[in-house]
């Protein structure tokens, strides 16, 4: 099963503490905002005390990425894109940004995400899920607290949300995509489609071919025959009146005919 990679966080931050430190708590707030194809976009922000972070950032700051490395040094089926990590001394913090590639798995008719067996305190909001974490480990060099808040951002379509705590597993539902959940119906639609286009455009090429004049068999021309006024008739050249053809002024408008 693919995991979300903060849940093994804990531990390794409790790893990574100097021996020489005493007991010490570390505060964690994480956030990750899902896509609707299942990748996870996440961000940590780990606060320190003074002591601690002074010994981190030492260490780390200039191998950003073998801290990525040791906090998800373990298998994942799941590729990581676009790490990127950044100190904040004034604040004592240290920020770590990931993009998790198919860290929800699409189960068919729901989506789910693994979460850590010791995460509590379920909410839900909308599309927003919380958690809270808690970790306490005993060293050689004292006690250490690791606590966390854990925001989970669906896609802004999901619905009904819920968190079984026997598997610890947060489920999701995204609306289907007709074209993408019907693919086989839609390529017979547009084939339908385009048959159809096809036999339309050769009836109407094969009826204009029928309708036209065949090679051969045109037809000659009437010849062009003016209207002519009857025999000692003529018009007149203002009010285009049938005359006498010897009248030289018009009966009708009074015209002299030229």
Same mark, same amino acid.
């Given at each position: 099963?693919?995991?979300? $990679?903060?849940?093994v @966080?804990?531990?390794?931050?409790?790893?990574? $503490?100097?021996?020489?430190?005493?007991?010490?708590?570390i505060?964690?707030? !994480?956030?990750?905002?899902?896509?609707? @194809? %299942?990748?996870?976009? +996440? #961000?940590?922000?780990?606060?320190?005390?003074?002591?601690?972070?002074?010994?981190?950032? =030492?260490?780390?700051?200039?191998? #950003?990425?073998?801290? +990525?490395?040791?906090?998800? /040094?373990? &298998?994942?089926?799941? #590729?990581? &894109?676009?790490?990127?990590?950044?100190?904040?001394?004034?604040?004592?913090? +240290?920020t +770590?940004?990931?993009?998790?590639?198919?860290?929800?798995?699409?189960?068919? !008719?729901?989506?789910e995400? #693994?979460?850590?067996?010791d995460?509590?305190g379920?909410? *839900?909001? %909308?599309?927003? =899920?919380?958690?809270?974490?808690?970790?306490?480990? $005993?060293?050689?060099?004292?006690?250490?607290?690791?606590?966390?808040?854990?925001?989970?951002?669906?896609? %802004?379509? =999901?619905?009904?949300?819920?968190? !079984?705590?026997?598997?610890?597993?947060?489920?999701?539902?995204?609306?289907?995509?007709?074209?993408?959940?019907?693919?086989?119906?839609?390529?017979? *639609?547009?084939?339908?489609?385009? $048959?159809?286009?096809?036999?339309?455009?050769?009836?109407?090429?094969i &009826?204009?071919? /029928?309708?036209? @004049?065949?090679? /051969?068999?045109?037809?000659?021309?009437k010849?062009?025959?003016?209207?002519?006024?009857?025999?000692?008739?003529?018009?007149?050249?203002?009010?285009? =009146?049938?005359?006498?053809?010897?009248?030289?002024?018009c009966?009708?408008? /009074?015209?002299?005919?030229?």
């Amino acid at each position: 099963m693919k995991k979300i $990679i903060v849940f093994v @966080v804990m531990w390794m931050l409790i790893c990574m $503490i100097p021996m020489s430190v005493a007991a010490t708590t570390i505060t964690e707030t !994480d956030t990750f905002t899902v896509n609707s @194809v %299942g990748d996870i976009h +996440i #961000e940590w922000v780990i606060t320190y005390p003074t002591n601690l972070y002074s010994s981190i950032s =030492a260490q780390y700051e200039h191998n #950003e990425y073998l801290l +990525i490395r040791e906090l998800i /040094g373990y &298998k994942t089926a799941s #590729e990581i &894109k676009n790490p990127k990590v950044d100190f904040v001394s004034m604040d004592r913090k +240290i920020t +770590i940004s990931l993009t998790l590639l198919g860290g929800a798995i699409n189960k068919g !008719d729901h989506w789910e995400i #693994e979460m850590a067996p010791d995460v509590y305190g379920f909410n *839900l909001q %909308g599309t927003t =899920a919380r958690f809270s974490q808690a970790s306490t480990t $005993i060293t050689s060099s004292g006690q250490v607290t690791v606590t966390a808040l854990l925001t989970v951002k669906l896609p %802004g379509d =999901a619905k009904d949300i819920t968190y !079984d705590s026997g598997s610890h597993t947060l489920k999701y539902v995204l609306p289907k995509d007709f074209v993408s959940e019907n693919r086989y119906f839609t390529i017979g *639609l547009l084939a339908t489609g385009m $048959i159809v286009c096809v036999i339309l455009l050769a009836y109407t090429l094969i &009826k204009g071919r /029928g309708m036209g @004049v065949r090679p /051969g068999r045109a037809k000659a021309p009437k010849a062009y025959t003016p209207f002519a006024p009857a025999v000692g008739t003529k018009f007149c050249i203002s009010c285009a =009146a049938k005359i006498p053809r010897s009248a030289r002024v018009c009966p009708e408008c /009074g015209a002299r005919q030229e």
